[in-house]
């Protein structure tokens, strides 16, 4: 079975910073992998950066960076330059030989201005 | 492109009534599920569907959930009878493939079920 803890409820970012949102993991497949989806209060889940279990460097996509730590069991969001539309729910998820997706608690980012 | 279309957006019933959501895939998608949102709380899978076959519904409650897809497109979700705790939303998504391959899901805007 996976398992996605997000330990951060809340987090604040001053806007033009950068911010971290924390993901551990655990799974006893051999290869997974680990998404992380937005979600504005407008309520549509928004696809960012995915990151399989065996690709050697950490994704980026635009100001979104994925850093992964293998040993660790460890997935977070790296948000460079945070903008007031960043401000949103944040979800990590992981597929493995199960093929569904299991998501964490989540993060509830607010950027301040 | 034409995204994930859900309707109705918004549902209020009673309980012990039935109700039914209904989700157009994002065309050529293979993959089609069905997640449950409760406040506060992330998605949790109810069904997945590969082409018109069921791939896990180990999380439906199928003495009162029930889904199909018809011709591995257009997919329905029924809930009979509701219960107050069946109220969250109802969130449909599809991807080209499994979600290992690293195909992401897209999602629609979800139907807010409210069970009185």
């Known amino acids: 079975a996976q398992k996605i803890t997000q330990t951060q409820p809340g987090m604040f970012v001053q806007e033009k910073e950068a911010v971290t949102l924390d993901c551990t993991y655990d799974?006893?497949?051999?290869?997974?992998?680990l998404f992380w989806y937005k979600q504005p209060s407008s309520g549509e889940m928004i696809f960012l950066i995915y990151q399989g279990s065996y690709d050697e460097q950490n994704a980026t996509e635009g100001r979104y960076s994925l850093n992964f730590q293998k040993a660790r069991k460890s997935a977070n969001l790296v948000i460079s330059a945070s903008q007031l539309g960043d401000s949103a729910m944040y979800f990590c998820?992981?597929?493995?030989?199960?093929?569904?997706?299991?998501f964490g608690s989540g993060t509830q980012l607010t950027v301040l201005p | 492109e034409a995204g994930v279309a859900q309707s109705p957006r918004y549902k209020i019933i009673e309980k012990r009534q039935s109700v039914a959501f209904w989700c157009n895939p994002i065309?050529?998608?293979?993959?089609l599920y069905w997640y449950q949102q409760i406040l506060g709380q992330g998605p949790k899978l109810l069904i997945q569907f590969q082409n018109n076959g069921v791939v896990d519904d180990s999380q439906l409650p199928k003495d009162r959930f029930s889904a199909e897809r018809l011709k591995g497109v257009d997919s329905t979700l029924k809930i009979q009878p509701a219960k107050l705790e069946d109220s969250a939303v109802y969130l449909c998504?599809?991807?080209?493939?499994?979600?290992?391959?690293?195909?992401?899901?897209?999602f629609g805007p979800g139907t807010r079920l409210t069970v009185t």
């Open positions: 065309s050529g998608h293979a993959t």
């Open positions: 998504a599809s991807s080209l493939d499994l979600p290992l391959h690293g195909h992401e899901q897209y």
């Open positions: 998820a992981t597929a493995g030989s199960a093929r569904q997706l299991t």
């Open positions: 799974t006893s497949d051999q290869s997974y992998g």
